[in-house]
């Protein structure tokens, strides 16, 4: 879903950037606030959440991608299984549950590679913490989305592709989503 260097972004007074814009920001929302479930409402049925691996390349070109190798690879199905797992209380990678706050900046929109499509791309810093004595932790990256119009009008997920800025995760786990 990557755009062309000479793709131009809506201009960000038009009514599509802001739809774009207010999406991101309310999903922010409702991870921040551990709204999970309203979350996953606004997936499309057919959703690819994708982190592939970067690697760092010796002979020093710019950071490439591990053919095959993701963080993870994740459809509706499996987005819902890792939420419900959230909720048996036998997650403990989330016990005690992680504090976050999502960081959504440099939000560019392009129109999509379909009708009623838009293309979205976005930065975003993760804030971590649990507990009382870890560390909190900083996750930065990049996102390309994919929002599909439906049929009452609004937008929905239909992909997001993140790219972190580190090749080597420096986070306990990714039980939490970007």
Known sequence: MSQSLSATPLPYSS???QQAHQFLVEEAHLLDSYQLDEWLGLLCEDIRYLMPVQVTRVDGALPDFQA???HFDEDLYSL????ARLRTGHAWTEDPR?????????VRTFAGPNEGELSVESSV????????????????AGRKDVLRQSVDGRYRLAERTLTVDESVLRTQNLAIFL
């Open 68 to 70: 095959d190798m993701d």
């Open 98 to 106: 992680s504090r976050v706050r999502h960081f959504v900046t440099n």
């Open 125 to 140: 810093l993760l804030f971590r913490s649990r507990g009382d004595n870890s560390e909190a932790q900083l996750v930065s």
């Open 80 to 83: 819902r299984l890792r939420v």
């Open 15 to 17: 009514e599509a950037h």
